[in-house]
C-alpha cells in the first residue's frame, strides 16, 4: 500500500500476547482432595455478645413468660404434691376414722399425718367433738409424772384405799397403774373410755330389739376376757397416740346419734270378728323417742358434729356399772351439769387430776418433804400433756370452778 507522501516503506504491524487462562471465567474450582489433607474447617464464628439494659430487661419478662406457662400446666397428681397447710385444711375435715384408713395408704402419707398429727386431731375435735372432748378427757400417763409423785400413787396404802374405784366392773378392765394415772380424777375418766367403747360394741344388739348377753355372777367367759382387754388396749393406745382418741369419740358420738334416732319394728295388729286381736306378719317402723332428745335433727346427723349436745337434756349422773344399764342410756355425757339461772351446761375444769395428785402427796407424801414439789409435778405433767397435743381438760369457756 502506497504512502500519501509516495514512499514505499512498509507500516508496522500491531502486536498482541495471548494467554492462556484455562477455561471460562463462570467455570468453578474444584479443589482437589490435597486440600482436604489439612483437616475439616473450623466455623469459628460467634455472634455478638448483646450488653445493654434494654435487653436484660427483654430476657427477664421472657423468662418470666416461659416459668408462668410452665407453672399453668403443672397439675397436682400426687396427695403431698399440695402445700402443708391446703394439705391440713383438708384433712382437718376428715373423720378420723378416714384419717385412721389413710394412714395405711403409703408410707409418706403416713409419715405426713404423724408429723402433724396433733394439730390434725387439734382441728377435727374443734369441729366435730367440742363437747365429747370435755365431757371424756384421757388419763395422764404415768410417765409424765415426776419419780417422786409416781412412788407416792403406787404406794401400797393409798392403793389399798382405792377398793372402791377399783371395783372389777365384767364390762370393763382395770387399768394397768404402772402405766396409767392412779388417781381418782384418771380412774374415772379410764372407766369412762373403756365404756364408751364397751356401749358402742353392742350397739347391734340394742338396734336389733336383742337381749344383750347377760353374764352370771362368779363367770368369766373367754369372749368378754377378750373384749375387754381389746377396749383397754385402745385405750392405752389412745393415750399416746391422739388419733386414737378421736377415733373413739366419734364412735360415741355414733352410738347417741343411733339411740336417739332408733325406731323400733313393730307388728300391726287387727280386730278379729270375734273381737280379738291378732298380730300379723306385716311390720312398720317408729321411732323409740316422739320427740327426740336435744332436738337432734337429720341434717345435724348427717352433719357429724356433737354441737347439739350443747342443748338442754337429761344430765348423766350415774355410771352404767353394768350392761343392764344400756336400755335406759339416752346420751351418755358426763362431766357436766346444766344451769338453770344460765340456761347452759357447765363443765369440770382441767385441775382435777392436779388436785387428786396434790391430795396424795398430802396424805401419804413424806411428811419432812415439801408436798408442793409433788404439785409442781402435777402441773408439769399437765402442761406436758398440752404440748404433746393430747386434749387438755380445761376450758375457758363454761368452766365450773
Not at 98 to 110: A, E, I, K
Request: proline content about 5%.
Amino acid at each position: 500500500m502506497a504512502s500519501p507522501t509516495g514512499s514505499s516503506q512498509p507500516s508496522t504491524a500491531e502486536q498482541y500476547t495471548i494467554v492462556d487462562i484455562g477455561g471460562q471465567r463462570n467455570k468453578k474450582h474444584i479443589p482437589t482432595s490435597a486440600a482436604f489433607d489439612k483437616g475439616p474447617l473450623i466455623d469459628t464464628t460467634a455472634s455478638l455478645v448483646l450488653n445493654s439494659k434494654k435487653t436484660k430487661r427483654l430476657e427477664k419478662q421472657q423468662l418470666r413468660k416461659k416459668q408462668h406457662r410452665q407453672g399453668s400446666k403443672q397439675t397436682a397428681t400426687n396427695l403431698l404434691d399440695l402445700p402443708a397447710e391446703l394439705l391440713y385444711e383438708i384433712l382437718v375435715w376428715f373423720r378420723p376414722s378416714d384419717v385412721l384408713v389413710l394412714l395405711r395408704t403409703s408410707r409418706s402419707v403416713r409419715g405426713f399425718i404423724r408429723q402433724y398429727e396433733d394439730s390434725i386431731v387439734r382441728g377435727i375435735i374443734r369441729r366435730r367433738y367440742q363437747v365429747l372432748s370435755r365431757c371424756f378427757p384421757l388419763p395422764v400417763s404415768v410417765s409424765r409424772l415426776g419419780d417422786d409423785v409416781q412412788s407416792i400413787l403406787l404406794n401400797k396404802k393409798r392403793q389399798d384405799a382405792l377398793h372402791f374405784h377399783k371395783v372389777p366392773y365384767q364390762h370393763i378392765r382395770p387399768q394397768d397403774v404402772l402405766k396409767v394415772c392412779s388417781c381418782t380424777w384418771c380412774i374415772v375418766c379410764w372407766n369412762n373410755l373403756c365404756m364408751v367403747l364397751d356401749f358402742s360394741h353392742f350397739q347391734k344388739y340394742l338396734s336389733k330389739q336383742q337381749p344383750i348377753p347377760m353374764i352370771p355372777r362368779g363367770e368369766f367367759p373367754l369372749w368378754n376376757i377378750r373384749l375387754t382387754e381389746h377396749n383397754a388396749s385402745i385405750v392405752g393406745k389412745a393415750i399416746h397416740r391422739p388419733m386414737l382418741y378421736a377415733a373413739i369419740l366419734q364412735k360415741h358420738l355414733q352410738s347417741i346419734v343411733d339411740t336417739l334416732t332408733r325406731k323400733h319394728v313393730i307388728r300391726r295388729e287387727i280386730k278379729s270378728a270375734s273381737g280379738k286381736w291378732i298380730t300379723t306378719k306385716d311390720t312398720f317402723l317408729r321411732p323409740v323417742y316422739k320427740t327426740r332428745p336435744y332436738q337432734v335433727t337429720d341434717a345435724e346427723v348427717e352433719l357429724g358434729s356433737d354441737f347439739f349436745l350443747e342443748r338442754a337434756g337429761k344430765p348423766s349422773y350415774e355410771f352404767p356399772f353394768h350392761r343392764d344399764n344400756y336400755y335406759n342410756i339416752e346420751a351418755y355425757v358426763p362431766n357436766r351439769k346444766w344451769s338453770k339461772e344460765e340456761e347452759r351446761w357447765l363443765y369440770y375444769d382441767g385441775t382435777q387430776h392436779e388436785r387428786d395428785v396434790a391430795l396424795a402427796v398430802k396424805m401419804f407424801g413424806d411428811r419432812s418433804a415439801n408436798n408442793e414439789s409433788g404439785v409442781r409435778m402435777a402441773k408439769a405433767a399437765v402442761i406436758a400433756r398440752e404440748e404433746n397435743g393430747l386434749p387438755s381438760n380445761s376450758n375457758t369457756n363454761n368452766v365450773e370452778k
